[in-house]
């Protein structure tokens, strides 16, 4: 059965970092792309960044271009959601989410999800 969890989420300051972690059980990520996804109350699930099979990023959100990065361990079955300096507005809670391809970032193109990790960004 195929199975992502995040972890990771939390509180933090404006300016701040953290890091998501997905990790994948029943599948390999040597098949699988995996995306990121945000959703602050009263909006649209938005797509963040993917990184494919192969190991190729795709940006989804210019609004984290330059601050946010995507990583994986394939050996941890992993993948990593580095955030950096953090604003309010990516307060949300976010979920990673498999498929065969990254696509064009439509979250309802992925058919795995993860329970999500709230990230509240507060001073």
């Known amino acids: 059965q195929l199975q992502l969890v995040e972890s990771g989420g939390g509180l933090v300051q404006p300016g701040g970092s953290l890091r998501l972690s997905c990790a994948a059980s029943g599948f390999t990520l040597d098949y699988y792309a995996i995306g990121w996804f945000r959703q602050a109350p009263g909006k649209e699930r938005e797509g963040i960044l993917c990184?494919?099979?192969?190991?190729?990023?795709?940006h989804y959100a210019d609004a984290v271009k330059g601050r946010f990065t995507i990583s994986r361990d394939a050996a941890k079955k992993t993948v990593y959601l580095q955030m950096n300096s953090l604003k309010q507005e990516d307060t949300a809670v976010y979920y990673c989410a498999a498929d065969s391809v990254c696509g064009t970032g439509a979250w309802r193109a992925f058919e795995t999800w993860g329970q999500g990790t709230q990230v509240t960004v507060s001073s």
């Open positions: 990184i494919s099979s192969r190991g190729e990023v795709r």
